[in-house]
Every structure is written in C-alpha cells, then in structure tokens.
C-alpha cells in the first residue's frame, strides 16, 4: 500500500491535515528523484564503459589493415571524442552528476586508449608500469575539472595497479614512490568531497578504496630491514582504526566506515599470524645493525606512520577517562614494546597470545555494555580464530582440541543467548 495515494483519505478523516499531506508528498517526491538520479548515474558509468569497449574492439579487429596515418586519427579519435563530450557537459549540463560522471570516465579511458594504440603504432617502448603512471598523471586533472568521484576511484585503483606493478611484480620498488606524490594529488578532492558529501554513495566508496589501496602499496617502500614492515603495518592500522573511531565517523554504520573495517580487521589478523613463533624466532635471529636500520627507508616509514597514529590517539583521548579507551586503540604502542622486546628475548609469542586473549575479551565487554551483537560477536571470533591458530600449533590430543572447540562454541551460544535475553528484558 502506497502512503501517497492514503493521503486524501487522511485528509478527509482529519488524520491529518493538508499541509501536512503535502509535506509527506513532498518528502517522497524527492526521495523518487533522488532514486532517479542514481539509477541514471549508474546506466550512464556503464553505457560509457560499454561504448569505450566497443570502440576498442571495433579497432582492434581491423587494426592490422590500417595504415599508420589512419591509426594514428583512430588513436586520437576517443580522446577528441571524450574531450569534446566533457566540454559540452561543463558548460551545457554542469548539474547533471549522470553526465557530468559518464562523460568524465568516458574520458579517462579514452587516455588510456589513446596512449596505448600510439605506443603501438609507432613500437614506442617501454613496459607497463611507466604506462600506467603516464595515464594517472594525465588523468588527475579530470577530477577537479569535471569533479568526478568515478575518475578518483578509477584514478585510485589505478595508481595501486601502478605501485603494485613496480613495487612487487618488476622489482624496481624504487619508481613505486611516485604513488604517494599522485595519492596526494587526489586527496584534496577527497577532503573535499567528504566535507562537502558525507552522506554520499562514493564518499562511502573513497573511505573503503584509500584504506585499502595504502594498504596494499606500503609493502612497496620495504628494502633492507623489512622486519620494521610489521611496526609500520601495524601502526598504520592503528591510525586506521583511530580515524574510523573519529568525530566524523560517529554513528556511521560499518559499511560506510572503511577505515574501521580495515583497521581493525588488518590489527587483529596480523596479531593472529605473529601469534606463530616463527617470527620472533626470526628476528632474534636477525643481525639489525642501529647504523643501518635508521637509514632505512621501513625506520622513517614505521616512525612517521607511528607519529601519525600518536598524535591520533592523544587527540582523541584527551578529556577522556582511560576507562574509555577502545580494545584495539593502544595496540600499535604495545606492540613496538613487545617488537623492543623480542630482539632481545625469546617467548614474545606468548604475550602476543595474551594481548590477543585481552583485545577478545574487552571487545565482548565493550558489546555487552553497548548492548551490541555485532560487537559481542566479534570478539567470540577473535577468541575462536586463536583457538584455531593453536590448533594447528600445539600438538593437543584430538579430545583436547574438541572439548576447545566445544567450550567456544558454548560460549557463543550463551552469550548471543544473554544479549538477546537483555535486550527482551529492556524492551519489556
């Protein structure tokens, strides 16, 4: 039943009155267009996508044929095509976000293309991660003259692809700086749009896709003292954490909060996989000359990232009694002690077992007190995902490990069923 066409009727039983009526009509009015809007948006990214690929196909099948004159118009045909289109969009229908988004990754493709039928036609050499890099670069621009949210997260991935490629796959991690420079050049549009948009579908989308791209690219700066990778990785998930737990993030829900996502699922999982001996024992083992390691380039990336995260969580504390401190907040200060620690000394394993048994029992108090299941939840599996680890560790009898087993899934059978109990009892 529609509450539109129910509104006449209310009016002539004195439910409601007229103006009233034409409140709630309004209201629904415009969430319809706001629906519209977004349905056009999205036909319009992927009609764009379809033409860009059928253009290319189109070319590909009868490139051989072509002369080079006649491949080098084809080669500039999508970018004349694409610019013109976003010059129509910027003066004629700056408003429509449809267009304005379809005709601007129209064209960030139409780069792409372009570059790569020149660099054929004429054999220009040259490998993919230099290419990539050519086409971010030239694209960065349609950002903020189109101010296109779609082209920033094509432009993101992008420049991942980029680090990922010179960082990992061709062993020249030396190049892979570029990223940060071209990260930086997106992230004014970033703040912008988050200030200007918080509520927006592709805000969301930037506060999972950066987490994410820094994530998968940080690896890219290791050379020499690679053990420092965990100190930086763990506090950058840290400050993650920490900006997912900000102001700004205050009750948006987790899909929109990438940077707790990540956060905290980068903390715990990488707490879990050090849970091992296998690395401390590594690292006792490891000869970390001082001289070497504060030129390394981990050092300066563990120590600027730590800062950031420092100075993130003192900003956040202050005014604040401890007893308000999130599971997982001080981790990455914990954790550099027990790193300290185990250079020195064997057994760090253990306490990172405990810290982990900790962080599993506060975050199931923290959701008792927020009357949270999500949260209580949470932190039954991150108890339930050490249990695993030992068992695939510590050569317990197959009884033991059942009665483990056993024992956790009791657990989390009765305390869903006291959540649920306390939740009846405060709705009653």
């Known amino acids: ?31 319809s267009e706001q629906g519209s809007h977004r349905l056009y948006l999205v036909f319009g990214v992927l009609g764009a996508l379809l033409v860009g690929l059928g253009i290319i196909l189109i070319m590909a099948h009868n490139w051989d044929e072509l002369s080079r004159p006649v491949k080098t118009g084809f080669a500039f045909l999508p970018l004349v095509t694409g610019q013109l289109l976003c010059g129509y969009i910027f003066f004629k229908k700056p408003v429509s976000i449809a267009w304005r988004e379809s005709s601007a990754l129209f064209l960030f493709f139409s780069v792409g293309t372009t570059l790569a039928l020149v660099s054929q036609t004429y054999n220009i050499p040259g490998s993919l991660g230099p290419f990539l890099l050519t086409w971010m670069a030239l694209c960065l621009p349609i950002i903020y003259v189109m101010k296109s949210s779609i082209v920033s997260l094509f432009y993101i991935a992008g420049i991942t692809w980029y680090a990922s490629e010179t960082g990992y796959w061709s062993y020249s991690s030396e190049h892979s700086t570029y990223y940060w420079i071209l990260l930086a050049g997106v992230l004014p549009y970033y703040y912008v749009l988050a200030k200007n948009h918080p509520q927006s579908n592709f805000t969301g989308f930037h506060h999972w896709v950066i987490p994410l791209s820094v994530t998968i690219t940080l690896g890219t700066v290791a050379g020499t003292a690679t053990e420092l990778m965990f100190i930086a990785y763990v506090s950058l998930f840290g400050f993650f954490y920490l900006t997912g737990n900000s102001i700004y993030f205050e009750g948006q829900r987790l899909k ?3 940077y707790k996502a990540v956060g905290t699922l980068g903390t715990v999982t990488l707490l879990l996989a050090l849970s091992f001996s296998g690395f401390w024992d590594q690292l006792s083992r490891a000869n970390l000359l001082f001289s070497e390691v504060i030129t390394a380039p981990e050092f300066y990336t563990a120590l600027i990232i730590t800062a950031l995260a420092a100075w993130l969580f003192i900003s956040q504390q202050k005014g604040r009694a401890w007893s308000e401190i999130k599971p997982l907040s001080p981790v990455f200060v914990l954790f550099i002690a027990l790193f300290l620690y185990g250079l020195i000394f064997p057994g760090v394993e253990i306490l990172i077992n405990l810290m982990v048994i900790v962080i599993g029992i506060l975050t199931i108090l923290d959701g008792a007190k927020q009357n949270s299941l999500g949260l209580l939840n949470f932190g039954m599996m991150i108890l339930a995902a050490l249990i695993i680890c030992r068992f695939f560790d510590i050569q317990f009898s197959f009884v033991t490990r059942g009665l483990l087993f056993v024992l956790a899934g009791t657990g989390f059978l009765a305390a869903n069923y006291w959540m649920l109990k306390k939740r009846g009892a405060n709705e009653s």
Do not use: F, H
Request: net charge positive; hydrophobic share 30%.
């Open 1 to 31: 039943m529609s509450i539109r066409k129910e509104l006449p009727e209310l009016v002539r039983a004195d439910v409601i009155s007229q103006e009233t009526a034409n409140r709630i009509s309004s209201y629904y009015n415009m969430k």
């Open 256 to 258: 929109r909060n990438g």
